[in-house]
Structures are given as structure tokens and as C-alpha cells.
């Protein structure tokens, strides 16, 4: 092998299975593999019931959680000092083309990093976790972020 040409590298693939089980009406139940069960229901938006999960904020939900764990991962490799993540996610549901379809997620996350050199690397970490993201990666979905990164003294 030519000493500039890369070695190859072969990915692993992974399965990830879940289970249901329909409760009635606009209900049912998920599960996955050694994994707790989950009731979930249509939102009230589309006569479901209240206080309920709902698949709409396990999607949002999920975007939220890929980047905060591919965050968190980077972060990690980087040695970055953070002390807190903390986020928030809105999704916009939107009827497109004749069908609903969720248009944008707005992750808005708050990260607090020990000293004031370790902000732009946050930010940096935070991008190359966008681009990352399994979860983000996988839908059409426009993600966008409304980003506030600081020190515990807040600059």
C-alpha cells in the first residue's frame, strides 16, 4: 500500500427494533429491547389524548437527544470543560404538498463551559455535532439552533 493511501476502514451497522401494541381508540403502547414500555397516544392536535407521549414529541424529542449525545461525545474526545447542557426543541408541523410533515426543529440549547477560551470551542464542537447527528442525518427535516453558550459567570 502506498504510504499516502488510507487504510480501509469497515463500519459496523447496527438494528434497532421496537415493539407495539395497539390499546384501543387512538392509543397503544411501545417497547424496546430491554427497554421500559411507553404509552403513547395521537396528540390533542388530532383528537388524542393530553398529557400523553405522542410519536410528534418522540420525533422532536429524538433530535434533541442525538445532539446533545453527539454533543456530549465530542466534547468528551475534546477534553471541553462543560459543567451544564441543557436544551429545549420546538418542531413545526406544517401541511406541505398535501400531507403534514414536520418542516423545521429549533434546538435551542444552553451550555455552560468552565472558562471563557472553552466558548468557541463549544460552538465548534456543537457544528461538527450537527453535522454529525445520526438523527439529523436521517430526515429532511430542517434542524436550526438557537445557540447560548457561556461561562457560570455568564460570559
Partial sequence: MPSDAKPTIKHKSFSFETSLHWNGGKT??????EKPEIRFASPPEFKGE???WTPEDLFVG????????TFSAFAERKSLPVKSYT????????????SYR??????SPTIIVETPE???????TLERAH???LITNSITTEVSFEVEIKTPDGV
Fill in 28 to 33: 397503544g403502547t411501545i417497547r424496546g429491547t
Fill in 50 to 52: 393530553p398529557g400523553v
Fill in 62 to 69: 429524538s433530535i434533541d437527544m442525538c445532539m446533545l449525545l
Fill in 87 to 98: 436544551s429545549r426543541a420546538r418542531g413545526i408541523l406544517e401541511f406541505v404538498d398535501g
Fill in 102 to 107: 414536520f418542516t423545521k426543529v429549533i434546538i
Fill in 118 to 124: 472553552a466558548v468557541a470551542l463549544a460552538r465548534q
Fill in 131 to 133: 453535522q454529525q447527528c
